[in-house]
């Protein structure tokens, strides 16, 4: 009598530092379609997962942000060229999550499309948001914007592949680095991506995916000394406001933003991830004294 072969199913792990490590914890959960059957597992970050993968965000944050725009902008783009050629894999990826065909395509879509619109942001934000300043003084003064550092990163529960992308692309395109929490329900297409970004030619430690719940990492998030703002796309009001509290302890900057506002193409999301350097030059003559204007 023929046995009915049991698949090998995929036990997803995390993305840290340009590697995919288990999680520490050794904990994993079942991912299943609405039916109630078993996808894959995935893994139940911990606390130190993600102070793991603060500190691979951390180091690679000085090299990324030193970066010239226009090479970022190489590097976005390279990924959305990298996630067209594989499209048809997020597109299952997506419909094994409970989507219709047509939905799962229109989201695989604008996901690619939204990179694309990032990475043209890449060298032309600086002069959107820089400025020469008038001043009374014999000086130049000039604002500019610079990245913030490592960013944590609440991604939406729903729309698990354009939400994921909208809540770090923006701030990855300004020179920031990022630790991301994905969907937990839906859960399997962010490590695709993750492996997509692994091939592609972002540095190791840029992005991070961590999968679990954020009823567990939230004070984590909020509250990490080395994180310098905190971006949060969910609808739960006193979740919210409970990591807001706690991310006052550093003053790190804090961005709530309803769920559906990640999908959205706009600079303001890359605006609000920089701060402003101001510099002021003295004006010289030829002769070497200062002058006014």
Known sequence: MMMERIPVLKTYKLYIGGQFPRTESGRFYAV??????L???????????????????????????SRSPFNRSQILYRLAEMMESRKSQLTEELKSAGYTTAKAEKETDDA???VVHYSGWCDKYHQFMGTVNPVSSSHFNFSSP??????????????????????????????????????????LVSMTLAEIIHASDFPAGVINILTGQLSELHGWM????????????RNDATLTKKMAELASANVKRTFFHPASKAQEQTPYRLAETQ???????????????????
């Not at 992308?165 to 937990?184: H, K, M, R, Y």
């Not at 509250?223 to 703002?229: I, L, Q, T």
């Not at 701060?275 to 204007?293: D, R």
């Open 275 to 293: 701060e402003i350097k101001t510099t002021w030059h003295p004006i010289e003559n030829i002769g070497g004294a200062k002058a006014g204007y």
């Open 39 to 65: 996808l894959a597992n995935a893994c139940l970050a911990s606390r130190k997962d993600f102070r793991n993968a603060v500190v691979a965000a951390r180091t690679a944050f000085g090299s990324w942000c």
């Open 222 to 233: 909020a509250s990490h000394m080395d994180v310098n703002a905190l971006i949060c796309f």
């Open 112 to 114: 690619i499309d939204l």
């Open 32 to 37: 299943k379609t609405s039916a109630g059957k």
């Open 146 to 187: 610079e990245a913030m550092g490592v960013m944590a990163v609440v991604a939406p529960e729903e729309a698990p592949l354009v939400g994921l992308l909208g809540s770090f692309i923006p701030a990855i395109a300004g020179g920031n680095t990022a630790v991301v929490l994905a969907s937990e329900g839906k859960p």
